[in-house]
């Protein structure tokens, strides 16, 4: 029974730094509850793309593709445990995990807000410019969750662009989340998330500091108690 219990609050603390909290998994790690959940999003039809977000890894698939004028793009949100939140976030080259705020050039871009069970649609506006994007949940764009749509082949790739996320690593700023915002730059989404599964979405609510704190101090917790169950 003990040994048991001990398992039950390892797992529990590796399901909690799975989700975002405490700290990034491994790269490639694939969630218990996402990889049972996570629906495929359908096959690719002329002028439309679809794209899976977090397909039981903190990616999008495809995470660089190119899409011409009038193409539009839907992001479909895995199904998974309310509180595991991702989003489809607009940024720029420059600063791959930073939300792009308007300008006095140019409007704010495009955010899904931090959702799941949904789906998410742009469409391409000029597919002469790239589009940068990124998951805005904590730590998720530093674990390399973002994207590019008509990246450039060289300079400017999205190799570098990953690497650029991944360099700012668990140094991110955590960023608000006011819900969707359909203007964008070099494509424009069409509506707010609507839900591909059954019920409505679960608010898009994002963890404050003080829960990520006590979820890190839980997990430690629960790895301490696996141990001295086993000594």
Do not use: R
Not at 88 to 97: D, R, Y
Request: with cysteine.
């Amino acid at each position: 029974m003990l040994l048991a219990t001990g398992v039950t609050l390892l797992c529990s603390s590796y399901a909690l730094a799975q989700a975002g909290y405490g700290g990034a998994p491994p790269a490639g790690t694939t969630t218990a509850a996402g990889a049972a959940a996570v629906p495929s999003a359908p096959a690719n039809t002329a002028g439309h793309v679809n794209v899976n977000v977090a397909p039981g890894s903190f990616t999008y698939s495809p995470n660089n593709f190119n899409a011409t004028n009038g193409t539009q793009v839907t992001f479909w949100f895995p199904a998974i445990t309310p509180g595991i939140m991702h989003s489809v976030t607009q940024g720029s080259f420059a600063n791959p995990c930073t939300y792009l705020a308007a300008t006095s050039n140019a409007s704010a871009g495009f955010d899904s807000g931090l959702t799941n069970s949904d789906q998410f649609t742009i469409t391409i506006t000029d597919d002469s410019q790239p589009i940068w994007f990124h998951c805005k949940f904590p730590l998720h764009c530093g674990m390399g969750m973002v994207g590019a749509i008509n990246a450039p082949a060289s300079g400017n790739t999205f190799d570098s662009f990953m690497a650029a996320a991944v360099k700012i690593g668990s140094n991110e700023v955590t960023q608000s989340d006011a819900g969707p915002v359909l203007s964008g730059v070099n494509a424009l989404a069409s509506a707010a998330p609507s839900a591909t599964g059954s019920g409505a979405a679960p608010a898009a609510t994002q963890p404050s500091s003080a829960m990520k704190t006590g979820v890190n101090v839980g997990a430690a917790l629960l790895g301490a108690a696996f141990v001295l169950v086993l000594a």
